[in-house]
């Protein structure tokens, strides 16, 4: 079956970096965009970055881009998030995602990870 799961959250603070990785179960997300979507305590959850299939073309909100980068190891089917120059308010929970359009990505997926907690400290 299908399994996203999400690993290298934790504790940083201000200024520091953390690796975030999603390791994809099967073949069937190999081909799709994968994203990286977050959400704080009380607020809804947000766009972060997002990356197409073959891993050529990326997006990002405007509030991590220049900080945060995505990539894909297509022979590992794993999804990575680099946060650099993290900031307090990058605090969320942390999810992966994929879906079929690299298009649409930003607004909805097909499959999600569970979530891993990314806490920046001042």
């Known amino acids: 079956q299908v399994q996203l799961v999400e690993s290298g959250g934790g504790l940083v603070q201000a200024g520091g970096s953390l690796r975030l990785s999603c390791a994809a179960s099967?073949?069937?997300?190999?081909?799709?965009?994968m994203g990286w979507f977050r959400q704080a305590p009380g607020k809804e959850r947000e766009f972060v970055a997002a990356?197409?299939?073959?891993?050529?073309?990326?997006y990002y909100a405007d509030s991590v881009k220049g900080r945060f980068t995505i990539s894909r190891d297509k022979s590992k089917n794993t999804v990575y998030l680099q946060m650099n120059s993290l900031k307090p308010e990058d605090t969320a929970v942390y999810y992966c995602?994929?879906?079929?359009?690299?298009?649409?990505?930003?607004?909805?997926?097909?499959?999600w990870g569970q979530g891993t907690q990314v806490t920046v400290s001042s």
């Open positions: 099967g073949r069937t997300l190999y081909w799709y965009a």
């Open positions: 995602a994929g879906d079929p359009s690299y298009g649409s990505i930003k607004t909805r997926a097909d499959y």
């Open positions: 990356i197409s299939g073959s891993g050529g073309s990326t």
